[in-house]
Nanobody, 115 residues
Framework: QVQLVESGGGLVQAGGSLRLSCAAS????????MGWYRQAPGKEREVVAT???????NYADSVKGRFTISRDNTRNTVSLQMNSLKPEDTAVYFC?????????WGQGTQVTVSS
């Protein structure tokens, strides 16, 4: 069983920055595929960024050049640095982990970007 706890959400003005963190426990973190997803009101959950166990990263086109995903295997954390935030980035952001073929989700953290 994997537990994921997100932190770092909040309210920020457009153009500002936030950093989200996700702390994982209950598995060998370095083997896990990690990612950040988001869900805006009335919309489906979508991928924002992912990082593999080999540190390969992928980003949604909408956040390329603005967001950076990183992982720290010594602290069992994955982070999402979000810069140049836009109102359309407003959503609940979820951490996701794939461990031993199973998918786990965090509880989500709200990010609100005001115009």
């Amino acid at each position: 069983q994997v537990q994921l706890v997100e932190s770092g959400g909040g309210l920020v003005q457009a153009g500002g920055s936030l950093r989200l963190s996700c702390a994982a426990s209950g598995s060998i973190f370095s083997n896990n595929h990690m990612g950040w997803y988001r869900q805006a009101p009335g919309k489906e959950r979508e991928v924002v960024a992912t990082v593999t166990s080999g540190f390969t990263t992928n980003y949604a086109d909408s956040v390329k050049g603005r967001f950076t995903i990183s992982r720290d295997n010594t602290r069992n954390t994955v982070s999402l640095q979000m810069n140049s935030l836009k109102p359309e980035d407003t959503a609940v952001y979820f951490c996701r982990c794939i461990a031993s073929g199973r998918v786990y989700w965090g509880q989500g953290t709200q990010v609100t970007v005001s115009s």
